[in-house]
Antibody, heavy 126, light 107 residues
Framework: QLQLQESGPGLVKPSETLSLTCTVS??????????WGWIRQPPGKGLEWIGT???????YYNTSLKSRVTISVDTSKNQFSLKLSSVTAADTAVYSC??????????????????WGKGTTVTVSS | SYELTQPPSVSVSPGQTASITCSGD??????AGWYQQKPGQSPVLVIY???KRPSGIPERFSGSNSGNTATLTISGTQAMDEADYYC??????????FGGGTKLTVL
């Protein structure tokens, strides 16, 4: 059974870089079928997609965060990582990693997140 | 950028049918998915590709998508279905977009 586990500091100072890692177990991150992504949820608010990566290293980022986000993959460790630079209090959130399925039907394309990590809380504060 | 709009809240009596809508420009031309999130838990996929249910999701959950609106329908709503629900779609420009979420209250 595939499992995803986020890890990283729970407290980051303003202006510094937030760094998180997602470890994939029970399956290979190098599967050609899936993509891998980061989603966050500020306290009391909705879900916000941060970005997605393929095992080859191809990435897609939320345009509102693109200038500060880097997502990378380490296939040898079955992990992928998130770096968010120049953080402020507005970046305080639960950060979750997830597996994404992409595909196409007869006339339209899709993606969805079928497996999620439990999430990790990151607080930005001095 | 592409946007999805959901009502902030929906209320339903136990055993009745709950409908949660998700609106976006020509959303019917895209596939929609739905996630259930209970307090303190990660989201769970309940509908994908408009109408499909993942293994383990009860049959009372169903979805539809046409025109500008996707709808999540919960038939015979149970107390355990009380949660936040998020719609989600793929868009060529936005890539992954979520709706703002709907709090379903069963009372």
């Amino acid at each position: 059974q595939l499992q995803l586990q986020e890890s990283g500091p729970g407290l980051v100072k303003p202006s510094e870089t937030l760094s998180l890692t997602c470890t994939v177990s029970g399956g290979s991150i190098s599967s050609s079928t899936y993509y891998w992504g980061w989603i966050r949820q500020p306290p009391g608010k909705g879900l916000e997609w941060i970005g997605t990566i393929y095992y080859s290293g191809s990435t897609y980022y939320n345009t509102s965060l693109k200038s500060r986000v880097t997502i990378s993959v380490d296939t040898s460790k079955n992990q992928f990582s998130l770096k968010l630079s120049s953080v402020t209090a507005a970046d305080t959130a639960v950060y979750s990693c997830a597996r994404l399925v992409y595909g196409s039907g007869l006339f339209k394309s899709f993606n969805y997140m079928d497996v999620w990590g439990k999430g990790t809380t990151v607080t930005v504060s001095s | 950028s592409y946007e999805l709009t959901q009502p902030p809240s929906v209320s339903v009596s136990p055993g009745q049918t709950a409908s949660i809508t998700c609106s976006g420009d020509k959303l019917g031309d895209k596939y929609a998915g739905w996630y259930q999130q209970k307090p303190g838990q990660s989201p769970v996929l309940v509908i994908y590709q408009d109408t499909k249910r993942p293994s383990g999701i009860p049959e009372r959950f169903s979805g539809s998508n046409s025109g500008n609106t996707a709808t999540l329908t919960i038939s015979g709503t149970q107390a355990m279905d009380e949660a936040d629900y998020y719609c989600q779609a793929w868009d060529s420009s936005t890539h992954v977009v979520f709706g703002g979420g709907t709090k379903l209250t069963v009372l």
